[in-house]
C-alpha cells in the first residue's frame, strides 16, 4: 500500500498543516536532543579525557580482534547451523515416522527456549559432563542449537512452497528420492529461500554478542574490558555500538537488495502472509 | 533432580517475572509499533524518516548491546530506573521497531485498491487506516505478532540478566553457578521455557489458521 492511496494531494491549507506540524515535530526532535546532549555534558561524560583511550592505535587494535573474533564465531556458527538445519529439515520431512518425530522434537523445541541458556549450558553444564568446550565453542554450540532448529523451518518452508508438479514430474521421469531432491527441489527452493537465510544470518552474527556473558572475548566482552579499564564504560560501549550499528546496518541493507531480486511468488491462492517481505519475517522470528 | 523439587519455588516465581515481564513489554511494544508504523506510512516526510531512522537502529543494534547503553547511560541523563522497569522499558523499545515493522509489512498486504475505494466514498486518513486498512492488515499480522511475543519471551531472558532481574533465566544462572549441579538446574530451566512457549506457539498457529484468508 503506498502512501498516494491514502491521501489526496494537499490542498493550501494540507500544505500549511503539514509545514506546521513538521516544524513542530523538528522542534521537539532537536529539543530532545539537545536536553539529552546538555545532561550528558553536565556529568562530564563528553570530556576529552573520556575518550582519550580511543585515541591510542593499540585500543583500536583491541577493538577490532574482538570484532574479527565476533565474525569468527558467527562464520563456524552460520556454517554448522545450515548444515545442520538443512539435516533437520530432511529429517522432518523423511517417511520414516521415528526420525520424523525426532527432527520435529529438536525442532520445536531449540526454537521455543532462549538462545542464551543453550550458551550458557555449554558453558557452565557441559563441562560436568565431562565435556569442557571453553568460551568458542560454547558460544558456537548456542548459536548453532538454536539457529540449526530455525534454518530447519526456513528450508522446510521452501521445499513445501515448490508447486508439487516439479517433483511429481522428477518421479515421472524416474529421478530417485534424494536426486530430485538433489536436482530438481533444493535448488529451486534454496533460491527462493536466500532473502530469508541471508536475514536469519545477520540475526545469527548479532547474537554472537551473547557470547560476552560467557566471557568469550568478542567485541562487546572487549568494550566492556576497555570501559572498566578506562573507567568509562558508558563511551567504550558507545563505540562498540557503532561498529554493530554500522556493519549490521550494511548487511541489513545488502540484505534487502537480495530481497529485491527474489523470483516474484505467485500469488494467487497464496495465504496473505506468503506476501509479506524477508525483513517481516526476520522481524517475526 | 532433587536441586529443582528444592527450588522450586525458586522456578515458579522466575516464571511468573518472565511472564509479567513480557506481558508488560509487549504492551509497550505495541504501543511504540503503532506509533512506528504509523509515523512510517504518515503525510510528513520528516516523520517518515524518524519511523525509519528507528527501526533501523533496532534492526543494527543487538539487543545486549542495547540493554548494557541503557544501563549505563540512562543514570548519566539524570535517569534512574529500578531494574525491572529498566527491561521492560528496553524490551519494549526493542521489540516495538519489530512490531512497527510487521505492521507496516502487514499494512502493504493490503491491496492499494481498498484504500482508494475508502478514500473514494469520502473516508479520512485516520478512518481509512482504522476502518479499512489496518483490520485486513491485522488478519495477516496474527503470525508474525504471536513470533513476536514469543520471541520476546526468549528476549526477556537477554534483558534480566542484563539488568539482574530476577527472573526465570537469571535465577537459574545463580542457582547453576551456585548450587554444583548446573546440568539438572539448566535442563529444568530448559523445560520451563517449553512450558511458557510451547501452548503460545500452538495457539497462535490455531489462531493464524484461523484468521486466515487467500487473496
Redesign the interface.
Known sequence: ???A????P?GPRGRRR?RV??VV??VV?VAVAVI?VR??AE?G?LDGDRWDVFAQRSVWMFYLRGFARTLQAGAVGGVLSLTLGLGLAFGRLARGRPVRWVATAYI??FR??????LM??AF??LP??GLDLGPFWSVVAGLTGYNSAVFAEIFRAGILALPAGQTEAADAIGLRYWQSMRFVVVPQATRAMVPAIASQLIVLL??T??G??VSYEEL?RRA?IT?EFARS??QA??V??LF???V??AL?HLARRLERHRPAPV???????A???A???Q??? | MDVIADNLDSYLGGIAVTLWLSVLSFLLAVVIGVVVATFRVSPLRLLRTLGSVYVEVFFSLPLLVWALLFFFGLPKVGLTYPPFTSAVIVLGTFTGALVGEALRSGINTVPPGQGEAARAVGLRFWQVLSLVVLPQALRTMIGPLGSILLALVRNSAVAAIAMSVDDLMWRSDQLATSTAHPVEVLTGTFVAYLILTVPGTWLVNALARRYRFTR
Request: proline letters at 7%; hydrophobic letters at 60%.
Open positions: 500500500m503506498t502512501l492511496s491514502f491521501l489526496d494537499p503539514q506540524a513538521t515535530t523538528a526532535v539529552a545532561r550528558l556529568q561524560q520445536e523445541a521455543a527456549v532462549p538462545l542464551v541458556l550458557f549450558f557452565l553444564g560436568r559432563l548479532k547474537d554478542s551473547l560476552a556473558l562487546l566492556q570501559g564504560p558508558l560501549l558507545a562498540a555500538a554493530f550499528a554500522v549490521i546496518f541489513n500469488r494467487d491462492g497464496l495465504p496473505a502472509e506476501l509479506l517481505p525483513a517481516a519475517a522481524a517475526s522470528r
